[in-house]
């Protein structure tokens, strides 16, 4: 078991989401920055939904009562196992007793630690990424106790991966939304050629900006939307919606992010700019 | 059956957005759902798609891989030129029980006041029709319902509250449904569903489908605690008639 001694922020456990109930109204939830998400895992070897701790800003501190092997990644956060710093996407062995506190946020906003075959939460309708009303909690608490299987022995093929310069991107590749068409010039000159505040409005469910564009009258009938659809509301405030957005909106769908643009968003926080850009 | 005209348009690279006339009519949700169906059992299995239908449009989302707007668009154009008229499964119309206690309507005064109508006119009316899924979303379990006689029309309450409660059930312009969970919320509260409209703990989390109906019946305080009883253990049990379009 891991044993949570503080939790942190906001700190829970995701996996690639939860598929099969759009129709029902859940969100897919899962890994807010897949691409380092991945990376995590791939470096201990893991199956690709194998469950990680996503870590936001305040990270939690940690105690190990098994040996194992973990790797975090994303977010850079100053961490420490036991008194030595460790880094970013490199394998650290663990042992019974070992603490692992996350201190300082460096940069970006979101942190993932990844151990040995993964966590190994219930999983509910299908997924252990926590998300309410689905799983009880939305995030994890003090002094509760995450289970994960012994794994005494791995030599990883990798022990470290150069990561580029994904937390200084600040372009956000998109393709035209559904209601792309309904922006008039003026709003598309704003859109594209200026840079966007993130808000302080900005969570696991949707990402607010601080600038507006010109607003617009259109009424439309309730449509889906996804992880990534960037809505315009009548008073031209923009709202990305993020993994535990709604499945349905009533805003014009005016830009759907890449997969990848998601991940660089779900590293910025309050204060961070970013620029759309056309693929 | 009628056959809509329809645009195909792409909604990123993981979905497709099929969008029939712009309207709120059951005719063309009937067949979205028909061609939902069809395209289930014979293209698109349930294990790779996931399908979300919502008034007039049904967007197809596949995570595996990109789709091939172009081509993948002219497949679905032709599958839906073949369409033919088949039995959906079963429908239902779910009747939902409602305490219509003023500890629970506690916007029934206010409504009675802006309608101009008793509050045992407003519950009569309000269980008297039957409505229409045309979708599920905003919150897990949260129904559009249609059909609202006009004459139960009025305006979301101009201050949202932080928080209504789980159950309650609520009146805005054209718009009636059930919040499936505490959530913020302008909707006029005029009573409270003694069932969870969202259980994770079934395999189903949510009995209901996007082309059932629903009806509502009043119970009293009594029964309604009841009702809360089962809801916590999971035996609550639903009352069901068939229906066919």
């Not at chain 2, 798609?49 to 497949?75: C, D, G, H, V």
Request: charged share 25%; with cysteine; hydrophobic share 35%.
């Amino acid at each position: 078991m891991l044993k949570v001694l503080k939790s942190g922020l906001f700190t829970t456990i995701q996996d690639v989401g939860r598929f099969g109930y759009l129709n029902k109204g859940v969100p897919v939830a899962g890994f807010m920055d897949t691409a380092s998400a991945h990376k995590v895992n791939q470096l201990l070897e893991n199956d690709v939904d194998s469950a990680v701790m996503e870590i936001t800003m305040t990270g939690p501190t940690l105690e190990f009562d098994n040996p194992s092997f973990i790797c975090i990644g994303g977010a850079k956060h100053s961490v420490a196992l036991n008194n030595d710093r460790i880094e970013n996407f490199k394998v650290y062995k663990v042992l019974p007793g070992d603490i692992l506190s996350y201190g300082k946020l460096e940069k970006g906003f979101r942190s993932y630690l990844a151990i040995k075959n993964g966590f190994k939460t219930d999983k509910i309708l299908g997924s252990r990424s926590m998300y309410a009303p689905v799983t009880p909690k939305s995030h994890l608490e003090d002094n509760q106790t995450i289970a994960y299987e012994s794994c005494a022995v791995f030599s990883p093929k990798i022990v470290e991966l150069k990561v580029d310069t994904f937390l200084d991107n600040k372009v956000l590749t998109v393709s035209k939304g559904p209601e792309y068409g309904l922006l008039n010039d003026k709003q598309l000159e704003t859109l594209f050629f200026h840079d966007f505040t993130i808000a302080n409005e900005n969570d696991r469910m949707a990402y607010q900006l601080v600038e507006h564009i010109v607003g617009h009258k259109v009424s439309m009938l309730t449509s889906a939307t996804l992880p990534g659809t960037v809505q315009l509301t009548s008073s031209g405030k923009i709202m990305i919606l993020m993994k535990d957005g709604q499945t349905t909106g009533g805003y014009p769908r005016i830009l759907q992010l890449s997969d990848n643009a998601i991940s660089i968003l779900a590293q910025k926080k309050f204060g961070d700019t970013i620029s759309f850009k056309l693929d | 059956m009628t056959h809509y005209p329809i645009s195909i348009r792409p909604f990123g690279v993981h979905a497709i957005l099929l969008e029939w006339p712009n309207e709120v009519d059951e005719a063309i949700l009937e067949n979205i759902l028909q061609f939902q169906h069809h395209l289930k059992v014979n293209h698109l299995g349930e294990e790779e798609w996931e399908m979300i239908p919502a008034y007039n449009s049904l967007t197809l989302i596949y995570r595996k891989a990109p789709i091939r707007f172009a081509e993948f668009s002219e497949q679905v154009k032709t599958w839906y030129t073949k369409l033919e008229q088949t039995s959906l499964p079963q429908r239902f119309i779910w009747k939902l029980p409602v305490c219509y206690d003023l500890e629970f309507g506690i916007d029934l005064k206010s409504v009675s006041e802006k309608l101009g109508k008793s509050i045992e006119e407003i519950i009569g009316q309000h269980t008297s029709h039957t409505y229409t899924v045309y979708g599920i979303g905003f919150l897990p379990g949260f129904m559009y319902l249609g059909g609202l006689p006009p004459s139960l029309e009025v305006p979301r309450r101009e201050e949202p509250r932080l928080r209504v409660k789980k159950g309650s059930v609520g009146l805005a312009g054209k718009q009636t449904g059930i919040y499936p969970q505490d959530s913020p919320g302008g909707w006029n509260i005029i009573g409270s569903c003694s069932v969870p409209m969202f259980d994770p703990k079934k395999k189903d989390p949510c009995f209901v489908n996007v082309g059932d109906k629903v009806q509502f019946y009043s119970i009293m305080r009594a029964e309604y605690d009841l009702h809360k009883i089962e809801g916590e253990v999971g035996i609550y049990k639903l009352e069901k008639a068939k229906w066919d379009a």
